[in-house]
């Protein structure tokens, strides 16, 4: 159970770091909003405590260092420069660090920023005035954001009425602040002949859940503070997960309403506490009341955030994910058998609960899928931090702007997709974005901008690298092609295919390595990640204006919409995601290109790969074959093949060891009658026939 | 602030109307000890009541700790004006139990406050 809880603090604590560097960086750039001070606050505070709670003692005490400097930027006493925020980024390192329970290589550096930061609190070594020492863990309870809750013990000066004060009023204003309960007592009220009605005799007990902070409140009791007793005491922080508040007992003592050995004597009686305490005369009714609304009001709590976290969400596994995404893709085939074989039975009961059962599938597919799917923003952020890592390592001014955060990719996608767009950013850094003396030169402004932005597109998701640095240079791209013989010297091409050199293994025009670039990974080995998601990846550059990468995924692996194909008697799924059309091809269209693999469709000249030579197939083609034109990169290429059945919903299945590494084919899958259709890499097809097409 | 007092065999009835705040309260007061004075059971009614505060409700309470150690009755009829009701209800005198002076069991502040 404990290493399960140290499990599940180690989850919420890596979403908090995201949050908290995404929180950080944003500071940096707005040192005085408020909100993103709480939030790296909050970040921080629960990082602390869950962590103490959980065992992390290290931890804790290292991010209380860090808090207690963002106490004080909330109180306006310490201000947010870069200083800080550079600080506070290597001690989220530092922190992650020791959560993946790494050793860091330079374990000397975790005393270097806790003396960073304490450098920073006024009062401290080296700092002029001085400052409210901080208070050690556990100790502070000023913290606002979730809703924790308070004990108000107040009792107003007795002449209050006769100030104009109404406690009332005072009572009503704590009440807009959230739940809220109030337990008069009424101990000191005089017998009737002894009362001065105009005198307040009533002091109270109140109890309120709020996310408006301690702050909050004292403000409420800020002109009667000075004349009267007010005690306010954080009960419950909003983090606790049980429902079982302390006992009646516990509550009494913990007020100091009744001492502990009392308390066990009345407990050694085995009464009812409440009854015993008042029989006894140990503890007043109005006490006794008030703790049991104490009681009950944090039990409420405590079950409302319970009830509202529940709904919110749910933890689980991915690997439960994928294997419920499996099961799914193998409830499509075997729905797919049910539906032929209705149609083969020619049954319309049969016929009936087929199509119920198919529409289920496909709800159920379709669920299942959304659950893997996970915000873009996840890998944004960590984005910010690399742009802005990388800035200042090559002296560049840049902003990078993220748009579309929310939109969704399947799990699997996203995590493949870090690394290649890891390497774009760092080329748009490295070779587009100009340095600041170049950029005012040329009449742009000193800081650049890069834009990462995804959106929804169909069954797709579009993701534009965007800068606007000094773009592509054509000449030395089309010079470096003709130099390496792939491009005839008199043929004109279009600025699309010229930039998709770039993306070919061997193709490099940077005339020097920096730390950044030159690592050995180039933009084919982008580009051969985005293929290997079933993506497309495009270029488009103006020089001196800057460069847009679009990058093409679909929504998710798992399953995708095929086109089914034959060539004798065998199936093949081409991704519908890169068809553009089918066309047919005779044997007068073949001869009309005297030997060439071009089709003229509709006055444009198309390449194609003749799949039954590729694959070697056997038989005479038909007389009339289909062309399957697919475009990738902007250029259109054709598949042959016998025949095009339909489209196909694709479970993909993967390649067994043996097979994986065939040149031209992605996976497989499996038909409604059991038959397995191959899933064919388009990119891969045309790849491998590029002499032969280019020719 | 209006009065009635009437006396029904034992049980004083005093209704009570207008205004019921710290502006009448030391009136309200007399009003009290005096009925306090007369019967061994005090019946408070109410009747276009336009106002309330906190002193009233400190007054009941304190009326009825003192019917309480006098071995005399004291209750609130119903149905009780809103604005008392809420008065007692913002100003959390509501109780389950009644305090360590109730020994008869009788605090006004358990029941028809809701």
């Known amino acids: ?100 329970g790494d050793e860091p290589e330079d374990v000397h550096q975790r005393p270097g920023i806790i003396a960073g930061f304490r450098g920073l609190i006024p009062g401290a070594a080296g700092e002029a005035g001085s400052g409210p020492a901080p208070a050690p863990p556990g100790e502070e309870d000023s913290w606002a954001g979730a809703p924790a809750t308070y004990r108000i013990r107040f009792r107003p000066a007795a002449d209050i009425f006769l100030s104009g004060a109404n406690p009332c009023h005072l009572l009503n204003e704590l009440r807009q602040l959230g739940d809220f309960n109030v337990v008069a007592q009424t101990e000191a009220i005089p017998f009737l002949a002894d009362i001065n009605p105009e005198r307040c005799y009533t002091s109270w007990d109140l109890f309120l859940t709020t996310s408006r902070g301690f702050d909050a409140i004292a403000d409420v009791f800020i002109f009667v503070a000075d004349d009267s007793e007010l005690d306010i005491q954080m009960i419950d922080d909003g983090t606790a997960d ?138 944004f952020s960590k984005f910010q931090r690399l742009v802005r890592d990388l800035s200042g390592e090559l002296g560049r001014q840049v902003g990078l702007i993220t748009a579309g955060a929310e939109t969704e990719l399947d799990k699997t996608v996203l995590e493949r997709l870090n690394d290649p767009l890891v390497h774009l950013l760092r080329n748009s850094l490295d070779h587009g974005i100009e340095s600041p003396e170049v950029r ?58 010229l930039f998709s050199f770039i993306m070919s293994p061997g193709f490099s025009t940077a005339r020097e390595v920096t730390s950044v670039s030159g690592r050995g990974v180039g933009m084919d080995v982008v580009k051969k990640a985005i293929e290997a998601l079933q993506g497309s990846i495009e270029i488009d550059s103006q020089k001196g204006v800057g460069t847009s990468i679009t990058i093409k995924l679909p929504l998710t692996l798992a399953i995708i919409e095929g086109l089914l194909v034959t060539i004798e008697e065998d199936y093949f799924v081409v991704p519908l995601s890169v068809v553009t059309e089918c066309v047919e091809l005779t044997r007068e269209d073949v001869a009309r290109a005297h030997g060439h693999k071009m089709a003229r469709v509709r006055d444009e000249i198309v390449p194609y790969v ?73 990119a891969q097809l045309v790849q491998g026939q590029a002499g032969e097409l280019l020719n | 602030m209006d009065m009635k007092k009437k006396v029904a065999s034992k049980t004083e009835v005093v209704t009570f109307s207008g205004d019921l705040t710290i502006e009448n309260a030391q009136e309200l007061q007399k009003i009290l000890l005096a009925a306090m004075d007369n019967a061994a059971e005090l019946l408070l009614t109410f009747e276009n009541v336009t106002a309330t505060d906190l002193t009233f409700v400190q007054l009941l309470c304190s009326a009825h700790r003192t019917a309480v150690r006098s071995d005399k009755i004291m209750k609130l009829a119903s149905p009780r004006p809103e604005v008392l009701m809420a008065a007692v209800r913002e100003t959390g005198f509501i109780r389950e139990k009644g305090c360590i002076l109730d020994t008869q069991a009788s605090c006004i502040w358990k029941e028809g406050w809701q």
């Open chain 1, 242 to 379: 049980r429902g079982d508040y302390k006992k009646l007992g516990e509550i009494l003592v913990a007020r100091g309403d009744l001492d502990e050995d009392s308390l066990t004597r009345l407990l050694a009686q085995r009464q009812l506490i409440g009854e015993a305490l008042i029989s006894t005369g140990l503890v007043s009714g109005d006490k006794v009341e008030s703790a049991l609304v104490e009681q009950r009001h944090v039990r409420a709590a405590q079950k409302k955030r319970q009830e509202n976290e529940g709904a919110a969400s749910i933890r689980v596994p991915s690997a439960k994910l994928d294997k419920l995404v499996d099961l799914v893709g193998e409830l499509v085939t075997v729905q797919a058998r049910l539906s032929q074989t209705a149609i083969n039975f020619q049954d319309s009961q049969l016929t009936a609960i087929a199509e119920e059962v198919e529409r289920l599938t496909g709800d159920l597919r379709d669920n299942a899928l959304n659950m893997r799917m996970l915000p873009i923003g996840t890998i």
């Open chain 1, 440 to 497: 005012v030169q040329l009449g742009k402004p000193a800081r650049g901008k890069i834009s990462l932005t995804a959106s929804h597109a169909g069954a797709q998701v579009i993701i534009r690298v965007q800068d606007d640095g000094r773009g592509l240079d054509q000449e030395a791209i089309r010079a470096k092609a003709v130099q390496l013989g792939w491009l005839a010297p008199e043929v004109e091409i279009s600025d699309k295919e």
């Open chain 1, 1 to 100: 159970m404990k290493d399960k809880n140290r499990e599940a603090y180690k989850e919420e604590a890596y979403e908090l770091l995201a949050e908290l560097e995404e929180s950080l960086l944003a500071l940096e750039a707005s040192p005085e909003d408020e909100e993103l001070i709480g939030r790296v606050f909050r970040a921080m505070h629960t990082i602390k405590g869950s962590g103490a709670m959980f065992g992390f003692e290290d931890i804790a005490s290292f991010t209380h260092e860090v808090e207690t400097v963002f106490d004080l930027v909330r109180d306006g006493q310490v201000r947010v420069t870069k200083d800080l925020v550079d600080l506070s980024l290597a001690a989220r390192d530092e922190i992650r660090a020791m959560l993946e």
């Open chain 1, 610 to 682: 003749h799949l039954r030579e590729r694959f070697a197939m056997e038989g005479l083609p038909p007389a009339i074959e289909q062309i399957v034109i697919t475009e990738m990169n902007g250029s259109k290429v054709g598949l042959v093949v016998d025949q095009v059945i339909g489209e196909q919903q694709t479970v993909i299945k993967s390649l067994g060891r043996v097979y994986r590494h065939v040149a031209g084919i992605s996976g497989a899958t499996l038909l409604g009658d059991g038959t397995v259709a191959l899933i064919l890499d388009a």
